[in-house]
């Protein structure tokens, strides 16, 4: 009532004012002619929450156990396993001042360069293992795998999926099935998972975009529902969904060892599966019939103008990744902006420098004396050929 009480007084704006969802000349009793299991409810959203607390549920158990089915795919993660000497110097952290070096140098008896080496094989080791990285792909590859599948089963019956202006006809007075209905509900709770988990997620190097993303994607799905734009809002999801499986399977042979081939395969298919859902389709055909078809059938209104805001923050977004996907090609990063496999390798090297400098001070006092009795010898065997050539002559 006191909320009521605050609108009335033109306190506090309606939210859920007509102008906002429904075009000019229509009203919520307008909505009311389609039956209530077909009419797209507000209140509906809240079936998305249980359903992220799920999807973050079967992710946690997805992950734990879908990389230990295939320890033989992740040979690197044994190195990560040895902790060494490291461990000593744990409270000095991971990236210790140039003090503490010298501190730690007058403790071990060590170079400079031997406690950096083993500084960098301490945050090499901090860094997400294969495997996890592994489970977090695998987990989302079956995700868009099964929403692509279901969804494409979904709408290709529907008339609205060969002939875009069927979204728009008879708009916002449009039957929503139950099928699309769940459809919507399990893309919601999936972002909504990603949004729940986004902390404790590998931290790539385009992890803000990644933020704005899945919440431009949450808005987008729980508005485009309750001012139902539930058509064109099915066929953003599918178009989405077709070009993230091969880039989630991509990573998936990125990440294990022995799949370097099927990887650069795969990732040459996903790039060209992007750039023409992203930034060919979905700006040709479904922002086109957004801003454009829409028309024919009803004036803009508030809804019409923050529902393709959305849509371009997201073809910016798609804008931005394409301009990633082109530098790895150029640089062969492939699938995986977190890692570089170049440092990877070099700071593995260090790794086993390090370890071999802990089989004892005995080698490393035998290494100077076997370089010295080399020269020696090549020495004599230079001085034994100057004089043959000189009794020669």
């Known amino acids: 009532k006191f909320w009521n009480f605050l609108i009335k007084m033109d306190l506090l704006p309606n939210v859920w004012g007509e102008r906002y969802w429904l075009p000019p000349n229509m009203t919520w009793d307008d909505m009311e002619r389609l039956a209530p299991s077909e009419r797209p409810l507000p209140r509906d959203l809240f079936v998305a929450l249980p359903l992220a607390l799920g999807f973050v549920v079967l992710r946690y158990m997805f992950e734990r156990y879908c990389g230990n089915l295939f ?3 992740f040979p690197s993660d044994i190195h990560l396993k040895v902790r060494g000497l490291v461990t000593l110097f744990c409270p000095h952290g991971t990236r210790p001042t140039q003090s503490d070096i010298i501190h730690l140098m007058s403790l071990c008896g060590k170079s400079q360069r031997q406690i ?3 500084f960098r094989l301490r945050r090499h080791q901090d860094k997400p ?4 990285k592994f489970g977090e792909a695998a987990w989302r590859f079956f995700v868009y ?4 599948v279901g969804g494409l089963a979904c709408l290709i019956d529907t008339p609205w999926f060969w ?5 728009w006809r008879q708009y916002p007075v449009q039957p929503m099935q139950s099928r699309h209905f769940w459809y919507y509900m399990l893309e919601l709770g999936f972002y909504g998972s990603l949004l729940l988990r986004i902390s404790v997620d590998i931290k790539r190097k385009d992890f803000k975009e990644q933020v704005i993303h899945h919440l431009a994607t949450v808005f987008l799905l729980s508005f485009s529902y309750c001012a139902n734009y539930i058509r064109i809002g099915t066929l953003v999801m599918l178009l989405h969904d077709s070009a993230d499986i091969l880039l989630e399977s991509a990573k998936m042979f990125n990440y294990g060892s022995g799949w370097k081939k099927a990887c650069d395969i795969l990732f040459v298919v996903f790039a060209s599966v992007f750039f023409l859902t992203r930034l060919v ?4 055909k479904i922002m086109h019939t957004t801003l454009v078809l829409s028309m024919e059938n009803c004036q803009p209104f508030a809804g019409y103008y923050f529902f393709n805001i959305l849509l371009m923050v997201l073809q910016g977004l798609h804008v931005f990744w394409a301009s990633l996907i082109l530098r790895m090609m150029e640089k062969d990063e492939r699938s995986d902006e977190d890692s570089d496999l170049e ?7 260090e790794e086993d420098y390090c370890l071999t400098e802990r089989k004892g001070t005995q080698s490393y006092k035998l290494a100077p004396l076997s370089k010295n009795c080399v020269l020696n010898n090549l020495t004599n065997h230079r001085a034994s050929i100057s004089g043959r050539l000189c009794k020669a002559q």
């Open 343 to 349: 440092e990877d390798k070099r700071e593995e090297a």
């Open 116 to 118: 950096e080496t083993w």
């Open 71 to 73: 320890p033989h795919l």
């Open 129 to 132: 293992c294969q495997t996890k």
């Open 281 to 284: 389709i979905f700006p040709s």
């Open 145 to 148: 795998l099964t929403a692509f």
């Open 163 to 167: 002939d875009l202006r069927e979204c």
